[in-house]
C-alpha cells in the first residue's frame, strides 16, 4: 500500500505539471499580436495592366478598341474608377465591325457607377465622316451616349470650322451643338468662281468669317449642326 501510494503520488505531480505545460501553451496561443489597422485612405488596393489592347462589348454586341499603356483599376476611392495616367486610346465599331471613329487623351478617368468617362489634355476625336474635334477637356457619358464639354473647343468638317466654349454631341459626332460660336467657311460663289479659273479655293481657316449670330443672342448664341 505504501508503494502504491508513493506511486500514486508522482503520478499526480507529473499530471499537475502536464496541465500547468498545457494551461501555459494555450495562454501564448491566445496571446494575440495585432497591428495599427488601416484606414481605407491608406489603402491602394487596386488592380495595374500594362500595354493593354483589349475589346469591349456592350449588351453582347463589340463597341469599342482600348490601347493604353497603363490601366489602374481602383474600388477604394469613391465613386469606384479606372485610371489611364499614361493615355488612352479609342476604336469605336459599328454592328458590323467597321471602325466609326477613334478617341484619344493623355490622361482619362472611367466611372464605373455613373459609367461616365472624364478625358483630360489633349483630347481629340475623329470619325468617318471626316469631322475632327480638338479640346483639353471632354466627358463621355455613357447611360446618356453622348459627349460634351465645358471648355474651349474646336469642330472641323470639310465644309467649316467652328469654335466655341460648349460643346455637346451624340456618341458618332454626326449631331453636335457649339455655344458661344465663332466659324468660319468658303461661300459658294467663290468656290464656283475658283473653280472656273482654275485657281484652288481659298482655305476656310485663312478666311476667318465669322458665323452671323442675332445680335440679342450675341452672349449666348448655339450653332447646331446635323451632318
Known amino acids: 500500500m505504501l508503494k502504491t501510494g508513493r506511486h500514486t503520488g508522482r503520478m499526480t505531480v507529473a499530471g499537475l505539471w502536464l496541465?500547468?505545460?498545457?494551461?501555459?501553451?494555450?495562454?501564448?496561443?491566445?496571446?494575440?499580436?495585432?497591428?495599427?489597422?488601416?484606414?481605407?485612405?491608406?489603402?491602394?488596393s487596386m488592380?495595374?495592366?500594362?500595354?493593354?489592347?483589349?475589346?469591349?462589348?456592350?449588351?453582347?454586341?463589340?463597341?469599342?478598341?482600348?490601347?493604353?499603356?497603363?490601366?489602374?483599376?481602383?474600388?477604394?476611392?469613391?465613386?469606384?474608377?479606372?485610371?489611364?495616367?499614361?493615355?488612352?486610346?479609342?476604336?469605336?465599331?459599328?454592328?458590323?465591325?467597321?471602325?466609326?471613329?477613334?478617341?484619344?487623351?493623355?490622361?482619362?478617368?472611367?466611372?464605373?457607377?455613373?459609367?461616365?468617362?472624364?478625358?483630360?489634355?489633349?483630347?481629340?476625336?475623329?470619325?468617318?465622316?471626316?469631322?475632327i474635334y480638338t479640346s483639353e477637356e471632354l466627358y463621355w457619358d455613357g447611360m446618356k451616349h453622348e459627349l460634351y464639354s465645358h471648355v474651349f473647343s474646336q469642330v472641323i468638317t470639310p465644309e467649316r470650322t467652328l469654335q466655341g466654349t460648349y460643346f455637346r454631341s451624340d456618341e458618332r459626332?454626326?449631331?453636335?451643338?457649339?455655344s458661344n460660336s465663332k466659324g468660319s467657311f468658303v461661300p459658294e460663289e467663290e468656290q464656283e468662281d475658283n473653280s472656273a479659273d482654275g485657281t484652288a479655293p481659298v482655305d476656310s481657316t485663312q478666311q476667318q468669317m465669322q458665323a452671323p449670330v442675332r445680335p440679342a443672342a450675341q452672349k449666348h448664341a448655339k450653332t447646331n449642326v446635323n451632318e
Not at 497591428?35 to 491608406?42: E, G, L, V, Y
Not at 476625336?125 to 469631322?131: A, C, D, K
Open 173 to 178: 459626332m454626326t449631331h453636335y451643338t457649339v
Open 19 to 44: 496541465v500547468l505545460l498545457l494551461l501555459s501553451a494555450c495562454g501564448e496561443e491566445a496571446k494575440e499580436h495585432t497591428a495599427r489597422a488601416i484606414f481605407p485612405s491608406d489603402s491602394v
Open 47 to 131: 488592380m495595374t495592366t500594362y500595354g493593354v489592347n483589349t475589346l469591349i462589348s456592350d449588351s453582347g454586341v463589340i463597341k469599342y478598341r482600348i490601347v493604353t499603356e497603363r490601366w489602374d483599376v481602383n474600388v477604394i476611392r469613391q465613386p469606384n474608377r479606372w485610371e489611364f495616367m499614361k493615355g488612352v486610346f479609342f476604336e469605336q465599331f459599328d454592328e458590323q465591325f467597321h471602325v466609326q471613329g477613334y478617341i484619344q487623351a493623355d490622361t482619362a478617368w472611367y466611372y464605373d457607377q455613373m459609367k461616365l468617362w472624364k478625358l483630360r489634355g489633349r483630347v481629340r476625336v475623329r470619325n468617318n465622316n471626316g469631322l
